[in-house]
């Protein structure tokens, strides 16, 4: 009988470790793979195919108020300015792998198909506030337009934008990605969570603690060397962002 209940609590506290294990977030998609490209339909399509939990990527509000998907400001090789743009230039644009830029209504049509995947949307921070407040709206009708509410986290840098989001989206989960503000003021703005760098969370480590204490999940970005898999694995994060999704997936198997 005692054997029973030691080996009964023992795996009991395995369950409890394996479920304490960070979730992995393939940053802007799984891209370092062939045939793929950040933020493109492919990066989304191969990160549901490995099997993460989310996948990350990126809107911008171009110049005559369309939603695109797409990282930089100003695409590589080119001037077209993701806010001063139209999104017929925009989108005209050739990502490496043959791809043109998606607008957030074919990305969020491809993400209906592959419902297993979570949705990991930063809205870019904007030069004007105003027109991050008409970001956030149109973000929000797409998202209860396509029933995408309860499979999409927000995040942003701006806090105006999580400000805008947790008044349209009051029920969702928005991360502050800054790092400027300890976990306390973040929990007092009502967000769900820190979304901070590996540099900052190196700096305050103690953060962790804190924000999970205070009830805020607790995501890093952008962790790519198995080493520092290992730092934030051990520091106990809820998230791992990563641009390898897979090496991130065999560590946490081991």
């Known amino acids: 009988m005692k054997k029973n209940l030691i080996f009964t609590a023992a795996c009991l506290l395995f369950a409890g470790a394996a479920l304490a294990q960070p979730k992995v977030i393939a940053h802007r998609g799984y891209w370092k793979v062939p045939e793929s490209a950040q933020n493109s339909l492919a990066s989304f399509t191969k990160a549901d195919a490995i099997g993460v939990f989310g996948s990350e990527f990126d809107v911008w509000l171009t110049a005559d108020n369309k939603l695109i998907v797409n990282h930089d400001k100003v695409y590589k090789g080119t ?11 925009i989108t005209q644009i050739v990502l490496p792998n043959g791809e043109n830029i998606p607008t957030l209504d074919e ?20 030069s004007d506030i105003k027109r991050e407040d008409i970001a956030a709206e149109k973000i929000a009708k797409a ?4 029933k995408l509410v309860e499979r ?5 840098f701006s806090i105006n934008a999580c400000l805008a989001f947790k008044k349209l989206l009051p029920d969702s989960k928005i991360f502050f990605l800054n790092g400027d503000l300890a976990p306390k003021s ?3 703005l009502g967000m769900a969570g820190i979304d901070y760098s590996d540099k900052v969370l190196r ?5 962790v603690k804190e924000a999970q204490d205070l009830g805020l999940e607790v995501n890093v970005w952008t962790v790519d060397k198995e080493e520092d898999m290992k730092y934030f694995i051990d520091l106990g994060v809820d998230y791992i962002t990563t641009d390898y999704p897979e090496r991130l997936q065999a560590l946490l198997k081991k």
């Open 203 to 207: 700096k305050h480590p103690e953060w």
């Open 152 to 156: 999409t986290d927000i995040i942003c």
């Open 107 to 126: 990305y969020l049509k491809l993400a209906l198909t592959k419902p297993n995947t979570r949705l990991i949307l930063e809205m870019k921070s904007l």
């Open 143 to 146: 998202l209860k337009k396509y």
């Open 79 to 89: 001037k077209i300015n993701m806010e001063k743009s139209t999104a017929k230039e």
């Open 186 to 188: 973040v929990k007092e």
